[in-house]
C-alpha cells in the first residue's frame, strides 16, 4: 500500500506496471484468493420451485465463490493477470496452488453444462468478464496457461456463440451503469476478439457498436449517477467507441456526443462520487467501483483526443477519481473485496496487454 502513497495518480494512471512492489501485489492478490474460496454469502437467483436449491460449488465447481458467478469469473482474471506479469509475485504459489486445484476437465465440463439450460445465465457481465479472463490465458505465453486455456475451450467457445446468439442480436442498447450495461459487454468482448484474432466476430462487435452507438448525441450525463451504479454509460460508451473508430472520427464524435462536457452543469460527470468510508449498505462501495471505472475509462478517452483541451480536463479528472476511490477499494468488508481488486487492477496494468488492444 504504501507504494499507492509514494507514487501517487499521474503513476497509476500511466497504466503500467513497472512500480508495483512486493506489498502491493500481496495486497492485490489478498482479496481475491479469500473471495473465491468464500461459498457463502452467495446471490441467490429466483427459486422455481421447493426442489431448485443447489448449492453454489455444485452447480459452479470453478466459479461458484464471490457471493456471484461474475465476481468470482474477474477474481480469476485478477489472479492470472497478476501471474502473467508479475514473475517473482510473491503469492504465486499460493495462486497456482488453488488454481490448479480449481481448473480441472470435469469441473469446466461441468460449467458449460449448465449454460446448457440456462442460456441467459450472467448476460452480459458475467460473459464479458469471462471473455477477458480467457483472453488473459492467449496472452500468457506458458505452459501451464496454454493447459488451462485448452480446459477451458469448449466454455469459451459456448461463451462467444451465446454472444453472437443472444447478445449481438438485440436491437438496442440498454444504457444503465450496472450489470447489464451494453457498452461495457461490447468493449470487453471486442478486446477479446483483438486478442484471439476472431476477425468475423470483431467484425460484429464493431457493426453492433456503430448501430447502438454512432448517432448518440448531447448525452445527458449530468443525470449520472443513476443508482447503484458501478460504470458510467456516458464515459463507458466512449470508451467503447474510441476501441471502434479510428482516432479522427472518434474525435469528431466525442464531440458531439458530449459537446459540454467541461462546462457546467455538464462538468459534474468529471467529478468524483464522494464516498463515506462509514457506509455499511453496499452504495458506497459500488461508488467506489464506479470512480474506478470513470477513472479509467477517462483516461482512455483521453488518449484518443490528443493534446484538445477535453483531453487534459479528463486526465486531471482521471487523477481526482483515483485520488477519491484506490485505497478505499481495499475494504474487509466483503459487499466490496469480493470484486474492487479487480477494478483497481485493471486501473493500474491498463496498458499491459488486452485492454483496448491495437489502440
Given at each position: 500500500?504504501?507504494?499507492?502513497?509514494?507514487?501517487?495518480?499521474t503513476?497509476?494512471?500511466?497504466?503500467?506496471?513497472?512500480?508495483?512492489?512486493?506489498?502491493?501485489?500481496s495486497?492485490?492478490?489478498?482479496?481475491?484468493?479469500d473471495?473465491?474460496?468464500?461459498?457463502?454469502?452467495?446471490?441467490?437467483?429466483?427459486?422455481?420451485?421447493?426442489?431448485?436449491?443447489v448449492?453454489?460449488s455444485?452447480a459452479?465447481?470453478?466459479?461458484?465463490?464471490?457471493?456471484?458467478?461474475?465476481?468470482?469469473?474477474?477474481?480469476?482474471?485478477?489472479?492470472?493477470?497478476?501471474?502473467?506479469?508479475?514473475?517473482?509475485?510473491?503469492?504465486?504459489?499460493?495462486i497456482?496452488?488453488?488454481?490448479?486445484?480449481?481448473?480441472?476437465?470435469?469441473?469446466?465440463?461441468?460449467?458449460?453444462?449448465?449454460?446448457?439450460?440456462?442460456?441467459?445465465?450472467?448476460?452480459?457481465?458475467?460473459?464479458?468478464?469471462?471473455l477477458?479472463?480467457?483472453a488473459?490465458?492467449?496472452?500468457?505465453?506458458?505452459?501451464?496457461?496454454?493447459?488451462?486455456?485448452?480446459?477451458f475451450?469448449?466454455?469459451?467457445?459456448?461463451?462467444?456463440e451465446l454472444?453472437?446468439?443472444?447478445?449481438?442480436?438485440?436491437?438496442?442498447p440498454?444504457?444503465?451503469?450496472?450489470?447489464t450495461?451494453?457498452?461495457?459487454?461490447?468493449?470487453?468482448?471486442?478486446?477479446?476478439a483483438r486478442?484471439?484474432?476472431?476477425?468475423?466476430l470483431?467484425?460484429?462487435i464493431?457493426?453492433?457498436?456503430?448501430?447502438?452507438?454512432?448517432?448518440?448525441?448531447?448525452?445527458?450525463?449530468?443525470?449520472?449517477?443513476?443508482?447503484?451504479?458501478?460504470?458510467s454509460?456516458?464515459?463507458?460508451?466512449?470508451?467503447?467507441?474510441?476501441?471502434?473508430?479510428?482516432?479522427?472520427?472518434?474525435?469528431?464524435w466525442?464531440?458531439?456526443?458530449?459537446?459540454?462536457?467541461?462546462?457546467?452543469?455538464?462538468?459534474?460527470?468529471?467529478?468524483?462520487i464522494?464516498?463515506?468510508?462509514?457506509?455499511?449498505?453496499?452504495?458506497?462501495?459500488?461508488?467506489?467501483?464506479?470512480?474506478?471505472?470513470?477513472?479509467?475509462?477517462?483516461?482512455g478517452?483521453?488518449?484518443?483526443?490528443?493534446?484538445?483541451?477535453?483531453?487534459?480536463?479528463?486526465?486531471?479528472?482521471?487523477?481526482?477519481?483515483?485520488?477519491?476511490?484506490?485505497?478505499?477499494?481495499?475494504?474487509?468488508?466483503?459487499?466490496?473485496?469480493?470484486?474492487?481488486?479487480?477494478?483497481?487492477?485493471?486501473?493500474?496494468?491498463?496498458?499491459e496487454?488486452g485492454?483496448?488492444?491495437?489502440?
Open positions: 500500500m504504501d507504494a499507492l502513497q509514494r507514487n501517487g495518480a503513476t497509476i494512471l500511466s497504466g503500467h506496471a513497472d512500480w508495483i512492489d512486493a506489498e502491493l501485489l495486497t492485490l492478490s489478498e482479496y481475491p484468493l473471495s473465491i474460496n468464500t461459498e457463502y454469502p452467495h446471490f441467490a437467483r429466483s427459486v422455481d420451485g421447493p426442489d431448485d436449491m448449492q453454489p455444485e459452479h465447481p470453478v466459479f461458484y465463490g464471490s457471493f456471484d458467478w461474475h465476481s468470482a469469473v474477474h477474481n480469476h482474471w485478477c489472479l492470472v493477470r497478476q501471474l502473467r506479469l508479475f514473475e517473482d509475485h510473491p503469492e504465486a504459489s499460493a497456482v496452488s488453488l488454481l490448479e486445484d480449481r481448473f480441472t476437465r470435469e469441473k469446466i465440463v461441468q460449467e458449460a453444462t449448465y449454460f446448457e439450460d440456462n442460456a441467459s445465465f450472467e448476460k452480459p457481465y458475467g460473459w464479458a468478464w469471462f477477458r479472463f480467457v488473459e490465458l492467449h496472452l500468457w505465453d506458458e505452459d501451464r496457461a496454454a493447459a488451462w486455456r485448452e480446459m475451450e469448449p466454455l469459451e467457445r459456448q461463451i462467444v454472444f453472437e446468439r443472444e447478445f449481438l442480436t438485440q436491437e438496442r440498454f444504457r444503465v451503469g450496472t450489470h450495461n451494453s457498452a461495457f459487454a461490447l468493449a470487453f468482448a471486442l478486446d477479446y486478442v484471439v484474432a476472431d476477425d468475423a470483431e467484425r460484429a464493431v457493426e453492433t457498436s456503430r448501430e447502438f452507438f454512432l448517432d448518440d448525441e448531447d448525452y445527458p450525463v449530468e443525470y449520472e449517477p443513476l443508482g447503484w451504479d458501478f460504470v454509460p456516458a464515459l463507458t460508451e466512449a470508451d467503447l467507441m474510441r476501441r471502434v473508430l479510428d482516432r479522427e472520427a472518434f474525435q469528431q466525442f464531440e458531439t456526443f458530449s459537446p459540454a462536457i467541461t462546462d457546467s452543469p455538464y462538468d459534474s460527470l468529471l467529478q468524483p464522494d464516498v463515506d468510508a462509514d457506509g455499511d449498505d453496499g452504495l458506497e462501495l459500488h461508488f467506489v467501483g464506479l470512480n474506478l471505472s470513470k477513472a479509467w475509462s477517462m483516461a478517452i483521453a488518449s484518443a483526443l490528443d493534446d484538445q483541451p477535453t483531453a487534459e480536463a479528463l486526465e486531471q479528472a482521471a487523477q481526482r477519481h483515483i485520488e477519491q476511490s484506490v485505497e478505499p477499494a481495499f475494504t474487509d468488508d466483503y459487499a466490496g473485496a469480493h470484486w474492487l481488486s479487480s477494478f483497481v487492477l485493471y486501473v493500474l496494468t491498463r496498458n496487454g485492454i483496448a488492444p491495437n489502440q
